[in-house]
Structures are given as C-alpha cells and as structure tokens.
C-alpha cells in the first residue's frame, strides 16, 4: 500500500525537528514499523503494508504536533515503542473499547505503560495484593512499581512505602563502607532513591522520610516484622536466597501490598546458590491472589541498544541450553 499526506500547517521548523538530522529520525521510522518512507517538503510517501502505513502516518503526525518544542532522543525512542504495540498506548491513554486507562498521581505527567506488558503489570499491581515482575532490564519493573506505590500513598489507600532489596554486590567485593548504617546501604539502594526523586520529587522525599512515610532498608531488616497498610517493593528479587524470599512474603499483613521485581539472568548470588525468585516462580505459579508478569525485550523502554543486548545474550543462552 502507497499512503501520501500532508502535515499541516507547514512549518519548517517542526517539520526539520520530526525529520531529524539528515533525515535521521524518518529512517529509524523505516526500521521500526518496515515500511519505505520518502517526503517532498511537507508531503510524506509512505510505502508498505496497510497498517504499518496507517501507524506510521499516525506517528509523524504524533510527532509533528510535539515538535512544537525540540524532540529529545527519549521522546523520539518511546514513540517508536508504542507505534510498534499501538494496543499499548491506546490503553494507557483509556480510548473507546478498552478497559479505561490507568492514571497515576506523581509529578511525571507523561507516566504511562508503554507496552502491553507493562499495561498488564500495572493493571495486576492494582488488582493482586503481590505482584512478580520478571524481566531484563530496562523493561520498567523497578520505576512502574514506585509509581504505584507513590500513587496508592498519594490517594491514601496506604499509610507508607517500604523499598528493600537484598545486599548483594553485583560481581564485586565492596569491603568496608564507611559511615552510619544508612550510609552503608544507601549504595545497594540507589535505583530506587532515583526513582523516587523522578516521581515525587527531592523536597516531597525528603519530608516523607521525616514523616516516617517512606523508608528503604535492606531486606535482613525485614525479618520479624509485620507490614500493615503499606506498599512494599522488594527490588532485585533475584539476588535473595529461598529462605530470605518466604521470610518476606509472610510479613505482608492487612491492607498491604507487595510487588517483587527481578531478572533472573542477573543473579550475584553464589556460585550453587539457587535465587529465591527462581524457586518462588515455581513453588508460587499457582497460588491464588498472586499474579506474575514476565517481561522480555520487546518491553525494553531504554536506549535501543539495550533490547539488541538482552536479544544476544537471551540467544546465546538458548544456544548453550540446546548443547547440554
């Protein structure tokens, strides 16, 4: 199928910001939905299957109406990824025929699932009282997660957020760290202080912890407790051990909720030590009131090289599974 149309009104410069450099943005339009895509000032040729075409104009003219201000690189990558899976974004933006769309209350406006999986996650994050996110990195388990915990202590379903994660160096020997205690784990805990400063901002996190509303903590803290009206995430589940993993299930107590998240291809435990995410897969897949979502390349929302490496090492892998 041929496709020609106009984006209107023509403005060069708009027109310069969706084209990018030397073309640049129109040919990774190309890469991404398969078609052949050419243009004569404002006039567009779309060349390829019909509804590839008809994405792919949708697209440009998403673009072109953003375009109004300079398109940064994420802008550019994350719009790729919802034309690919357009299901995705049409229900994060809750249009007619499907089942309404999600919106959390944090500081980034522009918040939304940008694949189905991750529109899957978010819906059973809302729906279970635990939640498994599995998946390589990149794919959002982590920050979607914080989203909904700052959401649900926005709108007062729950009292405080909770985010642990076991200390585990990734493949190093750390040694001593100086400081106070929470000097010492605030190097394990940093990706989750990130995405809380991105969701609720510096000044907002800080009067939280004085408020006693957020705390991070490593996971050998959660033993004993029990965790009531709060939203706990256990972030890098991978790295826990079995015994660690049922400890901190069983401290989910009335009106909580808990997600785990993890990729289970980056395991810093010891060498014949089995990773507490991969035997609750297993011990846990048919548990009701649990929901798992398992999340592969194709929901990788960072730079595009990061899909292509998760791809090669998924596939090597494979290879060595088949030869054993």
Known sequence: MILRFVLDPVDNTRLARVCGSLDVHLREIEAALGVKLSRRD??????GPKASAERTKALLETL???ARRALPA????????????????????????????????TRRADLAARTPRQHQYLQQILSH?????????????TFLA?????????????????LTRPAVEAGERLGFLPGDLTQKVDPYLRPLYDALYDLLGFDRVTKAFEKAQLEVAPLAFMR?????????????AQNTTPEQMKMFLTRIGFGSKCVVTGDTSQIDLPRGTQSGLIDAEHVLAK????????????DVVRHPLVARIVEAYEARALREAREI
């Open 42 to 47: 404002a006039e567009f040729r779309v060349d």
């Open 64 to 66: 072109y109406e953003r």
């Open 74 to 105: 994420e802008t550019m990558q994350l719009a790729l990824i919802e034309a690919r899976t357009p299901e995705a974004s049409a229900a994060a933006e809750g249009r007619p025929g499907d089942d309404g769309g999600l919106v959390l209350r």
């Open 129 to 141: 009282d635990i939640t498994f996110g599995l998946g390589p990195a990149g794919t959002g388990k």
């Open 146 to 162: 914080v989203a909904c915990a700052v959401d649900a202590l926005e709108r007062s379903t729950v009292q405080r957020i909770i």
């Open 224 to 236: 004993g407790r029990t965790l009531n009206h709060a939203f706990v995430i256990l972030d890098e």
């Open 287 to 298: 548990v009701k009131g649990i929901a798992m979502t398992r999340f592969t390349s194709a």
